[in-house]
């Protein structure tokens, strides 16, 4: 087989980002977050929320990049759950304001230092320099792809006879 054809996933940087993202997640996941009924993308918006302030909704889906209809389920799971408030927005009827509660900002608070914990756990034996450039690589490389813009979906192979 040509060398076309092959890709080495260890050094391909897909494979490598959602690897190591996936082991920080499964992780952070199981030993901090599932205790409390939580999955990483609900911890998102509250860790998104504490450290912003009240969001409305739309601009809470870009900065935990949930899609709209995602996270408007999301944010009625907190709801329910008493962690954050939804408001109609004083500006316009049709925007949506999502808050922390004070129950919600309880919780992320006993959160953030498991947070910093598998953080540090992860960047272990990295120098502070290398992390500042690895971080700076990846909010780069994230804009760029955001910013790129999407092909059209490529026509369905045809079936091959067998």
């Not at 494979?15 to 901090?32: C, D, H, K, P």
């Not at 914990?117 to 320099?129: K, M, T, Y």
Request: glycine share 6%; net charge positive.
């Amino acid at each position: 087989m040509k060398d076309s054809f092959k890709i080495d996933l260890g050094d391909y940087l897909p494979y490598l980002v959602n690897r190591v993202g996936s082991i920080l997640a499964e992780q952070f996941g199981a030993e901090t977050l599932a205790p409390h009924g939580l999955s990483i993308a609900l911890w998102r918006v509250l860790a998104v929320l504490a450290a912003n302030g009240r969001q409305r909704q739309i601009d809470l889906a870009d900065l935990t990049s949930i899609d709209a209809s995602t996270l408007s389920r999301i944010v009625t799971r907190l709801v329910a759950f008493g962690l954050v408030t939804r408001a109609r927005s004083a500006r316009s009827s049709r925007e949506v304001v999502v808050a922390l509660s004070a129950k919600g900002g309880a919780l992320v608070a006993s959160l953030i230092p498991p947070a910093h914990q598998i953080d540090a756990d992860a960047s272990a034996g990295i120098s502070p320099e290398d992390l500042a450039v690895v971080k700076r690589c990846l909010r780069r490389m994230y804009a760029n792809m955001k910013n790129r813009p999407v092909a059209a979906a490529p026509a369905r192979p045809k079936r091959i006879a067998v």
